[in-house]
């Protein structure tokens, strides 16, 4: 017999679900049922059961049964001789996030990690689910159906299923089919969502990833679940789908429709990296608390690595997009002070405590394992290809890892480097500076490797992100450096707000902190961020700000930026072989202006 689960959508409008679970007793006295308090690739406790509300058991009679609350997530039920025990709740379903539940009158969608008990013991039984829905709604999961249900292995495989559910009328829903697999994007909410351009370009970078380990690990079907909204961004994986997160305007304009193409490669490859390619840590996931593992820098971080390299692949992004790409990720790198704090194995670690609860400190304390996961990926490719004479890559590793630990037990937490020292021998002290020190990443050998050099230079300006050359009309009219201020400053109508303010920087030193609102320059409120964009460097100013309702006034001696801003270029010296590696890496010829 199986886990029975029924999903019901009676009331949208009140942002509320129904769900209920049933099961047999087995002659058991009590079955604890419980809700787990995170989900899987959120590595945060969210406290789902808060939303849990009039929790009911009766047995195959309908007859009720006593409930206790066992702990935090935990309901015990005294099953009193029955056969058959169902257990009733409703569910709170008020935010719109890829790890949580939304439901309103045009959708409902119930990440069932964040939405499904399960009966504590029995997480490795079979489950079936059926949905009771208004007139003219329908579902889209990933999941197998027959019999009039969708059918999951166990709960770990219902608890990484997302149902998206709702009228036709709110929803676009466009196919394609690659390696033999049926791929659907379905799509919620209004926006300038273009299918003509979109789903071919999903389909490329579906071939390009597939390429890296020679086929896809499904045999049915793979759904996307694309939201669109008014400002927030994010994606979660699964087994068999994924859901998107993305701003409404997000398919027209370059650089947004740029970055919903990474977040598609990005959860696409978890299919084989994380989801199958899992930490021991997770296999099989504690529901109750922490999962620990030191190896969300190769989790997160190299399918970081690889959301680029699919887009190059896939003939998205020109060679030289993709060494600007870089450039701007190694620049977003230096000018985080928390890298010279901790370790990115470290960053792994502390995740559940740091990365999704950023504050004012964040970038002075610590690092993003995706950003610099993806980095140290990046770098590991060309090492790998620098020191085989491009026989090896992070291609061949990541096979490798794949055909090893693609099932239980998992990943050991030195799996990775193991399997990298096996295709290069000595990779030993890189891996120490890369992963368990606070040292700087060593980047020039290996961008030689394929020909490649690093320009670090200032920041033309607060609007320089670089892996571009600036141009001459971004400096100052008389053509001197603009003033380095030190915070990230947001407009709040017509003052600014700080966000976060950079260690050792002017504004750290003049006493300026998060909080603060700045309203006046030099005695004017108007143009603040133009005209602290337009100062030089060791000009003074004076700022005027609130401060918990208090007025002050800060006299800040502004510098000049730091050499922290990295463009990446062709070498001039390469050799032949060095151009030879580089057009293997780039898969494409670079610019002829460029090449030397």
Same mark, same amino acid.
């Given at each position: ?38 989900? =899987? ?104 159906? &027959? ?99 993305? =701003? ?92 010279? &704090? ?230 001039? &010296? ?23």
């Amino acid at each position: 017999m199986s886990i029975g689960y029924t999903l019901r959508i009676r009331e949208p409008e009140a942002k509320r679900a129904e769900i209920s679970l049933e099961a047999d007793a087995r002659g058991e006295a009590t079955l604890d049922v419980r809700l787990p308090v995170w989900t =899987p690739g959120s590595y945060l406790i969210r406290e789902h059961e808060r939303h849990v509300d009039g929790l009911v058991a009766r047995d195959q009679d309908g007859r009720a049964l006593q409930v206790e609350k066992a702990d935090r997530q935990t309901w015990r039920v005294a099953c009193g001789g029955a056969r058959r025990v169902r257990v009733e709740y409703r569910l709170g379903c008020f935010e719109l996030t890829v790890r949580t539940n939304h439901v309103d009158p045009t959708h409902a969608f119930l990440n069932p990690a964040a939405a499904c008990a399960f009966f504590v013991g029995r997480e490795s039984e079979p489950c079936t689910v059926r949905t009771e829905l208004l007139e003219g709604w329908q579902t889209w999961v990933a999941l197998p159906r &027959r019999d009039g249900a969708w059918h999951a292995e166990d709960y770990d495989e219902l608890a990484d299923s997302p149902f998206e559910m709702g009228p036709v009328s709110s929803h676009q829903a466009h196919s394609f089919t690659a390696h033999g697999v049926q791929h659907e994007i379905v799509v919620w909410g209004k926006g300038d969502f273009d299918a003509r351009r979109v789903v071919p370009d999903v389909a490329k970078i579906v071939d390009a990833l597939a390429a890296v380990f020679g086929g896809l690990p499904l045999q049915d079907r793979y759904l996307f679940i694309v939201h669109l909204n008014d400002k927030g961004r994010g994606g979660l994986e699964h087994r068999r789908s994924c859901a998107l997160l993305v =701003p409404r305007f997000a398919f027209v304009q370059k650089s947004a429709y740029e970055d919903f193409l990474l977040l598609v490669a990005h959860e696409y490859f978890h299919l084989w990296n994380v989801k199958r390619i899992r930490p021991a840590a997770f296999t099989p996931y504690d529901w109750t608390r922490e999962n620990y593992t030191r190896l969300l820098w190769a989790m997160e971080g190299l399918t970081s690595t690889y959301e680029v390299l699919a887009l190059r692949r896939a003939g998205i992004v020109t060679p030289q997009r993709f060494l600007e790409i870089w450039g701007e990720r190694l620049t977003t790198l230096l000018r985080t002070p928390g890298r010279l &704090r901790a370790s990115l194995a470290q960053a792994s670690y502390d995740a559940w405590i740091k990365h999704y609860r950023p504050d004012e400190s964040t970038a002075n304390t610590t690092v993003s394992y995706y950003l610099k996961g993806s980095v140290v990926g990046f770098l590991l490719d060309l090492e790998l290809r620098r020191r085989s004479q491009g026989r090896r890559s992070l291609d061949d590793l990541l096979r490798l890892l794949y055909e090893r630990h693609a099932r239980a037990p998992g990943l050991s937490e030195d799996g990775v480097e193991k399997a990298a020292l096996e295709l290069s021998p000595g990779l030993e002290a890189w891996f120490d500076r890369a992963l368990r020190s606070t040292q700087e990443l060593e980047h020039e050998q290996a961008l030689a490797g394929v020909g490649i050099a690093a320009v670090v230079r200032a920041a033309s300006g607060a609007e320089d992100k670089g892996g571009a050359q600036q141009e001459a009309k971004d400096a100052t009219p008389e053509g001197a450096p603009r003033a380095w201020f030190g915070a990230q400053l947001k407009e709040k109508g017509g003052p600014l707000e700080v966000q976060s303010v950079v260690e050792g920087s002017p504004a750290q030193q003049a006493g300026i902190g998060a909080g603060d609102e700045i309203v006046a320059l030099d005695g004017f409120r108007t143009d603040l961020k133009q005209r602290l964009g337009r100062a030089s460097p060791g000009q003074q100013v004076r700022v005027a700000l609130f401060r918990m309702d208090e007025l002050l006034e800060l006299r800040v001696p502004l510098g000049p930026y730091p050499r922290d801003t990295v463009v990446l270029v062709p070498d001039e &010296r390469a050799t032949a072989q060095q151009k030879e590696l580089r057009a293997a890496w780039l898969g494409g010829k670079w610019p002829e202006q460029n090449v030397p």
